[in-house]
């Protein structure tokens, strides 16, 4: 019965295939808060098909920074890339992913990290090829990808 298999179990039925790219991202559960706890927040690796690949639940007394190497333990990530949000835009977190777990990132930087965010605001952009752009709206705001 699937409701008594273990979860690291069925993590470890994805092939490294599957797990070539992750994206990591934190959702809190609708509906999950009550009187007497938080809301239940959530961490998952999702591959670009959708597939979660691995997910855990935040503990009340942490944060989604703190979770994320316990999020991909138990996967087999070398080679792989993992993208995260600004939140993950951490030494820290770059240093897990390359030198202990041989994957590679692709974090998104805001001004979150102020002395990063100067820096590759000041790198000529003009200069970079645009290989793809896409503008969509979506959630009350219009967006613009390049």
Do not use: C
Not at 29 to 56: F, K, N
Not at 87 to 104: P, S, Y
């Amino acid at each position: 019965m699937l409701t008594s298999t273990d979860p690291t179990l069925l993590t470890r039925m994805s092939t490294a295939a599957d797990l070539a790219v992750l994206i990591v991202d934190g959702k809190s559960a609708r509906g999950s808060h009550t009187r007497q706890s938080r809301a239940v927040h959530l961490l998952a690796a999702m591959t670009p098909a959708g597939q979660v690949a691995a997910q855990t639940r935040v503990a009340d007394t942490t944060n989604e920074i703190s979770a994320l190497a316990d999020l991909l333990a138990g996967l087999d990530i070398e080679g792989s890339v993992v993208s995260a949000d600004a939140l993950h835009t951490r030494n820290e977190t770059a240093r897990h992913l390359v030198q202990e777990r041989r994957a590679h990132y692709v974090f998104t930087v805001k001004a979150n990290q102020p002395t990063l965010f100067r820096q590759i605001k000041a790198l000529p952009w003009a200069q970079a090829p645009r290989l793809f752009t896409e503008a969509s709206r979506a959630h009350g705001r219009e967006e613009r990808r390049t």
